[in-house]
């Protein structure tokens, strides 16, 4: 699977949009890009996940570059509760092999 | 529908000692996984388990074994724990949609 880099941190502003890069210049056509994120000492949370179109849900968008050499996890309202790692993870789903690598995400801080 | 829980949310263990990590999920899912954080890391596949019936390696799974006992549950076997398995534990499951879907950890450390 590809390798991703990410920012180690970012500051935010609560109710400002929060804009989390990541690069994954390696990707392969059927990889796809997942985001997790994981408060404090609780268990990793799924986000959303796209393979070359834009994605939306309740929670954040996705926006991946026409070249999917990058992408933008975007959450529109930032809140106190949206601190947290998060982890952008490009995966390939093959037959019986499902496995996620971490790495070691971005660090966000929403600040009141 | 509790999603995957864990038990037991908190264990202390001195070096020698074995225990088993129980996992359950109740979404119907294929794909059980274990994995293991470390102070400051970021998480690391242990064991996982495709389908009922079959169980692979991770990146790390040396002193543990596991069982994917029905559908629903997935355990994590350590046999002689020892002080660099301190640690939180995680398990999660997914479906046909490959996100997965995480426990809330067991926090473990030996002594």
């Known amino acids: 699977d590809a390798k991703t880099t990410q920012p180690p941190s970012m500051d935010c502003a609560e109710g400002r949009a929060a804009n989390l890069p990541c690069n994954h210049s390696t990707i392969s056509g059927n990889e796809y890009v997942y985001w997790y994120r994981q408060i404090h000492s609780q268990g990793p949370q799924y986000i959303i996940h796209?393979?070359?179109n834009n994605e939306t849900n309740e929670m954040a968008s996705l926006i991946i570059t026409e070249d999917r050499k990058s992408s933008t996890l975007i959450l529109p309202h930032a809140t106190l509760r949206d601190t947290a790692v998060y982890y952008c993870i490009v995966y390939r789903a093959r037959s019986n092999d499902y496995k996620l690598s971490f790495g070691a995400g971005t660090t966000v801080t929403v600040r009141a | 529908n509790a999603g995957v829980t864990q038990t037991p949310k908190f264990q202390v263990l001195k070096t020698g000692q074995s225990m088993t990590l129980q996992c359950a999920q109740d979404m119907n899912h294929n794909s059980m996984y274990w994995y293991r954080q470390d102070p400051g890391m970021g998480l690391r596949l242990i064991y996982y388990?495709?389908?009922?019936?079959?169980?692979d390696k991770g990146e790390v799974p040396n002193g543990y074994n596991v069982s994917r006992l029905n559908k629903r549950e997935f355990s994590l076997r350590l046999e002689s724990a020892a002080p660099s398995q301190t640690s939180v534990y995680f398990c999660?499951?997914?479906?046909?949609?490959?996100?997965?879907?995480f426990g809330p950890g067991t926090r473990l450390t030996v002594t």
């Open positions: 796209g393979l070359k």
């Open positions: 999660a499951s997914s479906g046909q949609g490959y996100e997965q879907y």
């Open positions: 388990s495709a389908s009922e019936g079959t169980t």
